[in-house]
């Protein structure tokens, strides 16, 4: 069974950091791109990082360039997403996700999903 489980969000004070953490199970990890996506209340799911399978490359959305960074330890089977100086407009639901053939950010390219984290940014 694929399973793509996030962990790490909270409740955090602007300028402050959080680690989330995806950890995927059921499927060949090594052969997929790893997206980070999130959803804010009334907004539609965006795309925020991205990591190719093999970790050699990332891309971030402008909004948490600089801000956060996407890595992966694939003996772990577990990619991170550490978001530093965060703003109140990064609240949301994150979601991690994982893409067989496609390495971007467009949320209909993905293939599975985890349920997602709440992060939640306090002015």
């Known amino acids: 069974e694929v399973q793509l489980v996030e962990s790490g969000g909270g409740l955090v004070q602007a300028g402050g950091s959080l680690r989330l953490s995806c950890a995927a199970s059921?499927?060949?990890?090594?052969?997929?791109?790893i997206g980070w996506f999130r959803q804010a209340p009334g907004k539609e799911r965006e795309g925020v990082s991205c990591?190719?399978?093999?970790?050699?490359?990332?891309y971030y959305a402008d909004s948490v360039k600089g801000r956060f960074t996407i890595s992966s330890d694939n003996a772990k089977n577990t990619v991170y997403l550490q978001m530093n100086s965060l703003k109140p407009e990064d609240t949301a639901v994150y979601y991690c996700?994982?893409?067989?053939?496609?390495?971007?950010?467009?949320?209909?390219?993905?293939?599975?999903w985890g349920q997602g984290t709440q992060v939640t940014v306090s002015s």
């Open positions: 990591i190719s399978s093999s970790g050699g490359s990332t």
């Open positions: 996700a994982a893409s067989r053939t496609y390495y971007g950010l467009d949320v209909y390219e993905y293939d599975y």
């Open positions: 059921g499927f060949t990890f090594d052969n997929y791109a």
